[in-house]
């Protein structure tokens, strides 16, 4: 900044001129940074000879197909997850507090610059003002010389701490000091004393300026005054190095801080970073435990976030992995255990057969038998590997009276005996006929094997309410389907193993046909369906078996409907109202 002023009073002419010089740093950083993930391709050719035939002879030629070039399997990090999120958190938070250093201390260097000038233009504003009026206020006269006006002014002033005020006019130097600075062997250092740099900046053609030397930075002003045609100069010098070293001791104290925080942050991060990946690491350590004959570990689920479902997902994926590794075992379980009998009884007869016709035509009788035996024990175990697959069961709109009368149809040609459809339930329903049909055959085949011959098989079909239920839901219920017989009935204690694999409960003899899967087939069917197989027997009172299937309905209704008489006068002749204990 430059300013001039010209002023004539009382005979004194007066020139002032300043520049106040003003400086700023600004800090300044860089990086870059570029990085290239090299790729590596690889290319095949290949080349095939031509054939010719020549003389009935057929010629081929073929070059081989030079290896395929693998890519190199690249190797992750060997740090830890933990480690790295806490250094990666470690470095960021470093990172910020690094720059918000720097910035602070070019704010704090850019202050103490801006408060240095401010206060050279407050004692240069001061002095003009003082010299303009050019007039002695102790006589009223004007100023006979230079020296008197600059030493009436200095000692009226008070520098601040680090100023210093010179006056220089004729052969004399008039100084106020505050600048409280010294040498470098401990003695008082004083600007006017230093006649190599008070001559630097009296020499110098600029009005201000800035100086560096052992007392650290000098800014400096000067205003050249001209009294009775006497030349003088009002010089201003701030030292800022006091306030410098103020500041370096802020920026000390806050890296100090800094540094505290920053070691405080690193230990924070790994906690949490730890507490974070603890489910990935129950995740491993269930993983390391998880062996071929024990898949039952399973990763405890504390929280509802990301990793939350992770581990649950995983849970979830082991208990596909366990259900279907039960299943493949106990399909294996099951084939060995009751395949080994009929094996064993062929290989017997094998063995003893002789030469008599009766005793082979007795031993291929008992090998047909036997044979027979496996083949329906591999079928239904078969049929019970696929009921763990979800396609096992194919709902589709039903007509529930029309797959009652097919049901009964298939019956009629199942033994010679009365089949009674007591009840039909109408409607529309989404299931699976065929499984639900193929469950009311083999409770009528029980029904056959272990009740006396010609006695009736009563069963039915019918909607009742589901108290499971819930309420504004679609119209629906509980499909039944049942049969009951006249047999022998079944033992209390047996009653909670009838629908599993490979029990005979109620069997008189071990001679009687079947192997004890037919039931679980009825409960794998009921399961794939949402709904359950039930029997209620009692000894000599014959047995209820029934399944109950959830289904939403369009209408439904339970009833022995005349139309169907009238379709079908020899099924009316077999319906009759069904008495005593219902099932239920």
Same mark, same amino acid.
Request: proline letters at 5%; glycine letters at 10%; a negative charge.
């Given at each position: 900044?430059?300013m001039?002023?010209?002023?004539?009073t009382?005979?004194?002419?007066?020139t002032?001129?300043?520049?106040t010089?003003?400086?700023?740093r600004?800090?300044?950083a860089?990086a870059?940074?570029?990085?290239?993930?090299?790729?590596?391709?690889?290319?095949r050719?290949?080349?095939?000879?031509?054939?010719?035939?020549?003389?009935?002879?057929?010629?081929?030629s !073929?070059?081989? =197909?030079?290896?395929?070039v693998?890519p190199?399997a690249?190797?992750?990090?060997?740090?830890?997850?933990r480690?790295r999120?806490?250094?990666?958190?470690?470095?960021?938070?470093?990172f910020?507090?690094l720059v918000?250093i720097l910035?602070?201390r070019?704010?704090?260097?850019?202050?103490?610059?801006?408060?240095?000038n401010v206060?050279?233009?407050?004692e240069? =504003?001061?002095?003009?003002?003082?010299?303009?009026?050019?007039? =002695?206020?102790?006589?009223?006269?004007?100023?006979?010389?230079? %020296?008197?006006l600059?030493?009436l002014y200095?000692?009226?002033q008070?520098?601040?701490?680090?100023?210093?005020?010179?006056?220089?006019?004729?052969?004399e130097?008039?100084?106020?000091d505050?600048?409280?600075?010294?040498?470098e062997?401990?003695?008082?250092?004083?600007?006017?004393s230093?006649?190599?740099?008070?001559?630097r900046?009296l020499?110098s053609p600029?009005?201000?300026?800035?100086l560096?030397?052992?007392q650290?930075?000098?800014?400096?002003?000067?205003?050249?005054?001209?009294?009775?045609?006497?030349?003088?100069?009002f010089?201003?010098?701030?030292?800022?190095?006091n306030?410098?070293?103020?500041?370096?001791?802020?920026?000390?104290?806050?890296?100090l801080?800094?540094l505290g925080?920053?070691?405080l942050?690193?230990?924070?991060?790994?906690?949490?970073?730890?507490? &974070?990946l603890?489910?990935?690491?129950?995740?491993?350590?269930?993983?390391a435990e &998880?062996s071929?004959?024990d898949?039952s570990?399973?990763?405890?689920?504390?929280t509802?976030?990301?990793l939350?479902?992770l581990?649950?997902s995983f849970n979830?994926?082991?208990d596909r992995?366990?259900?279907?590794h039960t299943?493949?075992r106990?399909?294996v379980d099951?084939?060995?255990h009751?395949?080994?009998t009929?094996?064993?009884?062929?290989?017997?007869?094998l063995?003893?057969?002789g030469?008599?016709?009766?005793?082979?035509?007795a031993?291929?009788a008992?090998?047909d038998?036997?044979?027979?035996r496996?083949s329906?024990?591999v079928?239904?175990?078969?049929?019970?590997?696929k009921a763990?697959?979800p396609d096992?069961?194919v709902?589709?709109?039903?007509?529930l009276?029309?797959?009652?009368l097919?049901?009964?149809?298939?019956l009629? %040609?199942?033994?010679?005996?009365?089949?009674?459809?007591?009840e039909?339930?109408?409607?529309?329903?989404?299931v699976?006929?065929?499984?639900?049909?193929?469950?009311?055959v083999?409770? %009528?085949?029980?029904?056959?094997?272990?009740?006396?011959?010609?006695?009736p098989?009563?069963?039915?079909?019918?909607?009742?309410?589901?108290?499971?239920?819930?309420?504004?839901?679609?119209?629906?219920?509980l499909?039944?389907?049942?049969?009951?017989? !006249?047999?022998?009935?079944? =033992?209390?204690?047996d009653m909670p193993?009838v629908?599993?694999?490979?029990?005979?409960?109620g !069997?008189?003899?071990?001679h009687?046909p079947?192997?004890?899967?037919?039931?679980?087939i009825?409960?794998a069917?009921?399961?794939?369906?949402?709904?359950?197989?039930?029997?209620?027997s009692?000894?000599?009172?014959?047995?209820?078996?029934g399944?109950?299937?959830?289904?939403p309905l369009?209408r439904t !209704?339970v009833?022995?409907?005349?139309?169907?008489?009238?379709?079908?006068?020899?099924?009316a002749?077999?319906?009759?109202?069904?008495h005593?204990?219902?099932?239920?």
């Amino acid at each position: 900044m430059m300013m001039a002023t010209g002023m004539t009073t009382a005979g004194t002419t007066m020139t002032v001129a300043m520049t106040t010089a003003m400086t700023s740093r600004r800090p300044a950083a860089a990086a870059s940074s570029s990085g290239s993930t090299p790729s590596a391709t690889a290319d095949r050719s290949q080349e095939t000879g031509g054939g010719g035939q020549e003389h009935g002879r057929q010629e081929h030629s !073929a070059e081989p =197909d030079p290896p395929s070039v693998e890519p190199a399997a690249s190797r992750g990090s060997r740090i830890p997850a933990r480690w790295r999120i806490a250094g990666w958190i470690v470095l960021t938070t470093g990172f910020t507090l690094l720059v918000l250093i720097l910035v602070m201390r070019s704010l704090l260097i850019n202050d103490v610059e801006t408060a240095a000038n401010v206060a050279i233009e407050q004692e240069a =504003d001061e002095f003009r003002t003082f010299a303009r009026e050019g007039v =002695d206020p102790r006589t009223g006269e004007p100023f006979e010389s230079v %020296a008197e006006l600059l030493e009436l002014y200095l000692s009226r002033q008070h520098p601040d701490q680090g100023e210093v005020l010179i006056g220089v006019g004729g052969d004399e130097i008039l100084v106020s000091d505050n600048s409280r600075l010294t040498t470098e062997s401990g003695e008082e250092y004083h600007l006017a004393s230093d006649t190599a740099t008070l001559d630097r900046i009296l020499d110098s053609p600029d009005s201000g300026g800035v100086l560096t030397g052992e007392q650290g930075q000098l800014r400096w002003g000067k205003i050249t005054i001209n009294t009775q045609g006497e030349p003088g100069v009002f010089v201003v010098a701030e030292f800022v190095e006091n306030s410098m070293e103020a500041n370096d001791r802020i920026i000390r104290m806050t890296v100090l801080v800094a540094l505290g925080g920053l070691l405080l942050t690193a230990g924070i991060s790994y906690l949490v970073a730890g507490r &974070i990946l603890a489910p990935v690491r129950s995740i491993g350590r269930a993983a390391a435990e &998880i062996s071929e004959s024990d898949l039952s570990v399973r990763v405890p689920v504390r929280t509802r976030d990301d990793l939350g479902e992770l581990a649950q997902s995983f849970n979830n994926m082991l208990d596909r992995i366990e259900d279907a590794h039960t299943a493949q075992r106990r399909f294996v379980d099951d084939a060995s255990h009751e395949l080994r009998t009929p094996i064993t009884v062929i290989r017997g007869h094998l063995e003893l057969l002789g030469e008599d016709p009766g005793e082979r035509a007795a031993t291929l009788a008992v090998v047909d038998r036997e044979l027979g035996r496996m083949s329906r024990i591999v079928t239904d175990l078969l049929m019970l590997a696929k009921a763990e697959r979800p396609d096992f069961v194919v709902r589709e709109e039903t007509d529930l009276a029309k797959m009652m009368l097919d049901v009964e149809s298939t019956l009629q %040609a199942l033994d010679d005996r009365p089949w009674l459809l007591m009840e039909v339930a109408e409607g529309r329903a989404a299931v699976d006929a065929q499984r639900l049909t193929q469950v009311m055959v083999q409770y %009528a085949t029980n029904a056959v094997q272990y009740s006396p011959p010609g006695t009736p098989v009563r069963f039915g079909s019918t909607v009742v309410p589901d108290d499971d239920a819930g309420a504004g839901g679609p119209v629906g219920g509980l499909l039944r389907l049942w049969m009951s017989d !006249a047999g022998r009935g079944i =033992d209390e204690k047996d009653m909670p193993r009838v629908f599993d694999r490979f029990n005979r409960a109620g !069997a008189g003899s071990a001679h009687e046909p079947g192997v004890g899967l037919g039931l679980s087939i009825v409960r794998a069917i009921a399961d794939a369906h949402g709904g359950r197989a039930w029997v209620e027997s009692a000894v000599g009172e014959g047995s209820t078996f029934g399944i109950d299937v959830p289904v939403p309905l369009d209408r439904t !209704a339970v009833a022995t409907s005349d139309e169907h008489a009238a379709v079908s006068p020899q099924r009316a002749a077999l319906r009759v109202r069904r008495h005593g204990r219902e099932p239920r």
